[in-house]
């Protein structure tokens, strides 16, 4: 069983950065698939980012796409979400995921483990 806790979350004003991250225990997830998601108020949990296995590939939200960033460190056990340029938009609560399979998806309804969220609210 993986646990995940993201943290990092916070206000920051529109135009700022921010990192998130994600940390997990109870095993290794070098061979996961680990994503962020997004939820704001009333709106569907929506596809941020991921990356796959190992850190061979990423994929972004066209809405996030050249203004955020997905790492991951495996010596850690910890993933990451750099944001810049925020925008009001991106106010929601960001939760990371993590999907076992060899499969790469950005449907959240695939991963299996999931965090309790971290809040980031942009200020405009």
């Known amino acids: 069983q993986v646990q995940l806790v993201e943290s990092g979350g916070g206000l920051v004003q529109a135009g700022d950065s921010l990192i998130v991250s994600c940390a997990a225990s109870g095993r290794t997830i070098t061979t996961y698939s680990m994503g962020w998601f997004r939820q704001a108020p009333g709106k569907e949990r929506e596809f941020v980012a991921l990356?796959?296995?190992?850190?061979?590939?990423?994929y972004y939200a066209d809405s996030v796409k050249g203004r955020f960033s997905i790492s991951r460190d495996n010596r850690k056990n910890t993933v990451y979400l750099q944001m810049d340029s925020l925008k009001p938009e991106d106010t929601a609560v960001y939760y990371c995921?993590?999907?076992?399979?060899?499969?790469?998806?950005?449907?959240?309804?695939?991963?299996?483990?999931w965090g309790q969220g971290t809040q980031v609210t942009v200020s405009s």
């Open positions: 990356i796959t296995r190992i850190g061979l590939s990423t």
């Open positions: 995921a993590g999907d076992p399979t060899i499969y790469v998806t950005t449907d959240y309804r695939n991963y299996a483990y």
